[in-house]
Every structure is written in structure tokens, then in C-alpha cells.
């Protein structure tokens, strides 16, 4: 079988994780979009870009996660979003997902691996 070929948005303050998240997906064979902020986000989304996938963290200067996600009508839109976060703040994930996120990743968990593990299962369920 082979691998879908995913197109994904990474919303990540952190230049230098943003940078080593583009890396670890693009090495796989998918298409790679970046913002630094959910308002940087909104505007690629605005200006016609359709991830598959997006890749959202939650605490960020400018817009943050949760702010995004009140403005990105995930109801009327095709992105799985995952959420992530460096810290472990249950009232936000809970708050993501009410607006619609599908997953939400601890980045101390969030190695190369388990970025593609999560990205591959979310390319077979849209095959189902």
C-alpha cells in the first residue's frame, strides 16, 4: 500500500521547533505549510491553502490555539486539527476539543515518530 501524501499547516511559535516539525513531516513525503501564530493561520487558510492536517499549539503570542479555533469553523472545514502544548493544562485541551479539535499531543511526547505514527492514522481513517 502506499502512503497518502498529506498536506499539513504546523501553527508554532517556537522557530525552532516550527522549523524541526516542517523537517521531520516533509523528510516523510508530505506538503508543508508553517505559521507562528493562529492569526498567521487564519490568513494562509484565507488565502486558499486546504491542509489536511493541522498541527496547532496552544499557547501562543498574537492568537493562541484556543482563539484560533473559535475563529476556524471546524465544522465547515476538512482539517483534522491536533492540538499540542508544552504544558499540561486539562481545562484548555478540554476547550479545544469543544471547538473542535480531534487530538491533542504533550510536545515532551511529540518526537518524529509520533508526529508521523499520528499523521499516518489520520491518512488511513480518511481512507475509510
Known sequence: MTKKKMNILIVEDDEDLNKAYQMIIASDGHEVSSAY????????????????????????????????????DTASNDAIVVVFSNYDAQNEVDQAFELGAHRYVLKARAAPKELLRIITDISHESDD
Not at 37 to 65: C, H, S, T, W, Y
Request: charged share 30%; hydrophobic share 45%; aromatic share 8%.
Open 37 to 72: 501564530d493562529g492569526k498567521q493561520a487564519l490568513e494562509l487558510l484565507k488565502n486558499g491553502l486546504k491542509p489536511e492536517i493541522i498541527f496547532l499549539d496552544l499557547r501562543m503570542p498574537v492568537m493562541d490555539g484556543i482563539a484560533f479555533l473559535k475563529e476556524y
